[in-house]
């Protein structure tokens, strides 16, 4: 299988697809299997994009996916405590998370 996941913002800190845990996990749990994933922007997205200078895109990789929440503070909990004590915790998914946008931006 393949994972397609459509972003609203280039800068992953602002998108609200990883503010939200469940999408976070979706990622988390395909990377987990070995399922690819592949980011897409939407339209307003990547002509911002175009439109951004170099040295800006390198900030707008960065995502802390332990920050993000979820409506239910039960899920939150339990999403953060499965990714956290998964092999390399939240900085794994941090780091792949950072990967697909970099894969997304070239």
């Known amino acids: 299988g ?3 996941s459509v972003v609203d913002n ?3 800190a602002d998108a609200q697809y990883f503010q939200r845990l469940w999408p976070v996990y979706e990622i988390f749990t395909a990377s987990q299997q070995g399922i690819e994933v592949t980011l897409a922007l ?5 002509h911002e994009l175009q439109n951004e200078r170099f040295g800006q895109l390198r900030d707008a990789v960065d995502v802390d996916v332990m920050e993000a929440s979820a409506s239910v503070e039960a899920d939150a909990e339990a999403i953060r405590a499965q990714i956290a004590g998964a092999p390399g ?4 998914v941090n780091q792949v998370v950072r990967l697909l946008f970099v894969r997304m931006l070239q």
Not at 42 to 46: I, L
Not at 89 to 92: F, K, S, T
């Open 2 to 4: 393949k994972v397609v």
């Open 10 to 12: 280039y800068r992953a």
């Open 42 to 46: 939407m339209g307003d997205a990547f």
């Open 89 to 92: 915790g939240a900085a794994r």
